[in-house]
């Protein structure tokens, strides 16, 4: 069983950053690719970014390349999402996820945390 808690989020400025964290509990925790989906209101849950825990490895959705850049501490079991030139099309909640091959389409994802709401004004 795997559990992810998440912290980070909230209002920020159109151009402005934020940050998100997201810390994985359970065994073999190593063995999994952790990352952030977003749903903004009315929408469909999307893909953002990914990486290993294992290898480090990132990846990412095309429309966050450039803004986004995600990272991982293997030894405090955490993932972390650096969001920059944040656009009001960013806003949305964030859901920290994980999975034991590569993430990709949301009905594919194993585990959520509990969702974090990201809001950025023009």
């Known amino acids: 069983q795997v559990q992810l808690v998440q912290s980070g989020g909230g209002l920020v400025q159109a151009g402005g950053s934020l940050g998100l964290s997201c810390i994985i509990s359970g065994r073999s925790f190593d063995t999994y690719d952790i990352g952030w989906f977003r749903q903004p209101t009315g929408k469909e849950r999307e893909f953002v970014a990914g990486i290993s825990m294992a290898t480090a490895g990132p990846y990412y959705a095309e429309f966050v390349k450039g803004r986004f850049i995600i990272s991982r501490d293997r030894a405090e079991k955490t993932a972390l999402l650096h969001m920059s030139s944040l656009k009001p099309e960013d806003t949305a909640v964030y859901y920290c996820?994980?999975?034991?091959?590569?993430?990709?389409?949301?009905?594919?994802?194993?585990?959520w945390g509990q969702g974090t709401q990201v809001t950025v004004s023009s």
């Open positions: 996820a994980a999975n034991r091959k590569r993430l990709g389409p949301a009905s594919e994802v194993e585990y």
